[in-house]
């Protein structure tokens, strides 16, 4: 087997209340996604994200049987989007995804954005927790919310939040949010965390990979895992990108490239924002 193929280790994100793999793998914009899926779970990840709105749950559920891993050593993540937030309606999607995924359980379940329709939070926040108590999902959890909104979802939700999904990268301070994460004890998956291919000409990130003998993508990657309590998850198509994105847990940046990589944040670096659904970020 090619060397670059060897799986290497990936270490667990543990924040007492959910275990996963430190690093997954994201799925949309990936479309009948099957091949790439059991590539990745072939290149060592065991965490992947998807989500109804991405329409790759099929692909997903095909990548996963085609691989021959078992369903118990991987951790999956889906969400309900913003229109089926009614009870019934978010018991529905979950059931159509548990079906598309070709399994009967999530490691995750995610509201993917916030009510735009007035659904009132508390009984979308009550689907999520049935969802949890009948074992359709073992954790539940929150993404696009913002502080306040987390807070209340944590506050209404008759079953504990583990998780909380946002976008994270070097071009997007998250510095208020992740304070929040740490100190609720939820695990904070950052997505888009390499800024959707934008990062990949940076000429800061391209210096500190060069000393490093490393890419840009790990460098952004590493960045990520170090600060601790954060599970990137970037998506790829190309194997030989998937295989070097792994491999971030070999080597540490130092203080100063942390602080000069966290200094890269721009007022305009956030890229997921969709104009009348996106909350008042923090
Ligand atoms: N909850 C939400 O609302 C939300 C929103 C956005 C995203 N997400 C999740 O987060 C995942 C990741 O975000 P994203 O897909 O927007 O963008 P991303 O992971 O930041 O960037 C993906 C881009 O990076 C390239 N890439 C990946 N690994 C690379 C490597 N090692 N070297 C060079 N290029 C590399 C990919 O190209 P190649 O294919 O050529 O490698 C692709 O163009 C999504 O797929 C999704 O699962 C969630």
Partial sequence: MDAAFDPPAIPGLSSGRVTMPAIGFGTSQLGDCGEIVAAALKAGYRNIDTAWKYGTEKGVGEGI????????????????????????????????????????????????????????????????????????????????????????????????????QAEYHPYLDQTKLLAFCRGEGLVFMAYCPL????????????????????????????????QGGIAPIPRSANPRHMAESLRVFDFTLTDEEMRRIHGLARPDGRIANPAGRAPAWD
């Avoid at 913002?146 to 979802?153: D, G, K, M, P, V």
């Avoid at 500190?208 to 895992?225: F, N």
């Fill in 195 to 226: 800024g959707r291919g934008r990062l990949l000409k940076d000429e800061t990130l391209a210096g500190i990979a060069r000393a490093r003998g490393r890419t840009i993508a790990q460098v952004a990657l590493r960045w990520i895992v170090q």
């Fill in 65 to 164: 049987r085609a691989s021959g891993v078992p369903r118990g050593d991987i951790f999956l993540t889906t969400k309900v989007s913003h229109e089926y937030l009614r009870a019934a309606d978010f018991a529905k999607s979950v059931e159509e995804s548990l079906a598309r995924l070709r399994t009967d359980y999530v490691d995750l379940l995610l509201i993917h954005w916030p009510a735009i329709d007035g659904t009132p939070l508390a009984e979308t926040a009550g689907a999520l927790a049935r969802a949890k108590r009948e074992g359709k999902a073992r954790n539940i959890g929150v993404a696009n919310f913002n502080i306040a909104l987390a807070r209340e979802a944590m506050r209404l939700c008759p079953e504990p939040l583990a998780v909380l």
